[in-house]
């Protein structure tokens, strides 16, 4: 089992990590990651709590969270700037009730959705802070007045990454269309917040390797909060993440 949850793509570089641009990788993403339990909160938060009728899901990468949203009515828009996870999410059945845009949060048309969700480790790729301050602006503009942004970022004192190895993580999965395909994830470096782990994936029918380097910023609570409040949402609610219990904080940020 993988030691990550999935992870998106690249978004301050506006160029995609080749685990989300490359087409075959994007291909075999779902099979080799099949557990999304972790959207359970959020699509109970967002559709049943919140009764959110409209949504804006920045870094949907293959599309299962917005997806899910549309199959319950929801207007739903996906924004990813990996081409390669849009085409895959394309694919799959009820991709046509969800508007697709491949890009970053400065390609988004005008919106006033109900709620922005970020899953998985999105909040955690904007590494400098002002690429995190641009991005919480432009979803605070995309906002209703009074709607909410979802998102999660792992705990910095669980040290999740210390479990991010090969002997860990290391998995051959038997991909319909594909054959086997190895994979696994290491930490190759942490410096401060930063984390950076190298994901290799190997098609076993040709033997083609590919290989992808991502880093995470671990931030702390304190100063997630500071940062929504800096942007001018309202820190509604923090909780501990039931997918993660003890290791990761759902925050939930209002537009006042």
Known sequence: MRATWSCPATYPAGVPDPIFAEPRLAAVYDP?????????????IVADELGARSVLDVGCGTGTFALRLASRGLDVTGLDPAAASVQVARSKAGADDVRWIVGTVDDLPSLQVDAATMTANVAQVFLEDHEWHATLDAIRRALRPGG?????????????????????????????????????????????????????????????????????????????????????????????????????????????
């Open 148 to 256: 909410t942004l979802v998102f999660e970022a792992r705990r910095p004192e669980a040290r999740a990454w210390e479990g991010w190895t090969k002997q860990a993580t290391h998995q051959v999965v038997e991909v319909p269309g594909h054959g086997l395909v190895e994979d696994w994830v290491e930490v190759t470096q942490v410096d401060g917040e930063l984390v950076t782990f190298e994901s290799p994936t190997i098609f076993h029918a040709d033997g083609a390797r590919f290989e992808s380097t991502s880093t995470l910023r671990f931030r702390s609570r304190p100063a997630s909060e500071e940062s929504l409040r800096h942007c001018g949402l309202d820190v509604l609610d923090v909780r501990d993440h039931a997918y993660a219990p003890g290791r990761a904080w759902l925050y939930l940020a209002g537009r006042a």
């Open 32 to 44: 080799l990651d099949p557990d999304r339990s972790d959207l359970d909160a959020y699509e109970t």
